[in-house]
């Protein structure tokens, strides 16, 4: 079965990213549409389980935008204005409806990661 998840790990700490605010989009020609927004839980994901499930599924191209500079201000951070890092977009593409799709962000106020994850 289909789903899209996603798992932030705050790197400077050394601890999930818990209270991070995420915002999915669907990408297409016509411009965006934002499917959900959230605030990644105690261990750095979505409360509600997949982001996108069998039913939600849908080959096409997506954005997953992440708060990182209010993440580490919140946090406590002292960030210079504007931040080297305000959001992370990470624009994927679903190939396979029926795929498992996971996208994993590894942050810190000065870089950040991503890849496919399972």
């Given at each position: 079965m289909g789903h899209l998840s996603t798992h932030v790990l705050d790197t400077m700490h050394g601890c999930p990213a818990a209270?991070?605010?995420?915002?999915?989009?669907?990408?297409?020609?016509a411009g965006t549409q934002t499917l959900k927004t959230f605030t990644l839980n105690h261990d750095g994901r979505n409360d509600g389980g997949p982001?996108?499930?069998?039913?939600?599924?849908?080959v096409g191209r997506y954005r997953l935008s992440f708060e990182v500079a209010e993440y580490f201000r919140a946090k406590g951070v002292t960030l210079p204005e504007p931040a080297f890092i305000d959001v992370v977009p990470i624009?994927?593409?679903i190939a396979d409806a029926a795929g498992r799709y996971h996208v994993p962000l590894l942050v810190?106020?000065?870089?950040?990661?991503?890849?496919?994850?399972?």
């Open positions: 209270g991070m605010k995420v915002t999915l989009q669907r990408v297409t020609d982001l996108l499930d069998a039913a939600t599924m849908a624009d994927f593409g810190s106020p000065w870089s950040y990661a991503t890849y496919r994850g399972s």
